[in-house]
C-alpha cells in the first residue's frame, strides 16, 4: 500500500510538468496564430477546453494586446473564473479512463516559433 502512494506522489509532479509542456507549447502556437492573422474568435476557440489552456490563450492574447477581446469571447462562451475542471471531463468523467484523454494532456507535440525567437 505504501508503495503505490510512494508511486503516486512521486508522479504528480511529473504530469504536472508534462501538462506545463503542453500548454507553453498551445501558447506558442496561439501566439504566432494571433500574430499572423489577428484577434479571431475561430482561432482561439479550439483552446478553450480547460483552464491550464485558457491561461495560455490569455497570456499569448495579452502578448499581442489582445486580452480585452479575449476576455470578453470567455465571458460570451459562459467560462468564468471557477471553471476549472476540463471540459471534456465535466461531460463525461469516465473520460480518465481513456488513453486518448491522457495523450492529449500530457504528449502534446513540440512547436517552433516562427515570428519570436528567444
Request: hydrophobic letters at 45%; one cysteine or more.
Amino acid at each position: 500500500m505504501w508503495w503505490y502512494l510512494t508511486l503516486f506522489g512521486l508522479s504528480l509532479p511529473i504530469f504536472a510538468e508534462m501538462d506545463a509542456v503542453g500548454r507553453y507549447q498551445d501558447y506558442k502556437k496561439l501566439k504566432d496564430v494571433l500574430y499572423d492573422h489577428g484577434f479571431d474568435d475561430r482561432l482561439i476557440k479550439p483552446f478553450v477546453g480547460s483552464k491550464c489552456q485558457r491561461d495560455a490563450v490569455i497570456m499569448a492574447a495579452k502578448d499581442l494586446n489582445h486580452l480585452k477581446k479575449t476576455k470578453d469571447l470567455f465571458l460570451r462562451l459562459g467560462y468564468r473564473w471557477y471553471h476549472i475542471l476540463p471540459d471534456r471531463f465535466v461531460n463525461n468523467p469516465l473520460v480518465l479512463f481513456k488513453k486518448e484523454f491522457w495523450f492529449a494532456i500530457l504528449f502534446s507535440n513540440t512547436y517552433k516559433l516562427k515570428y519570436f525567437h528567444w
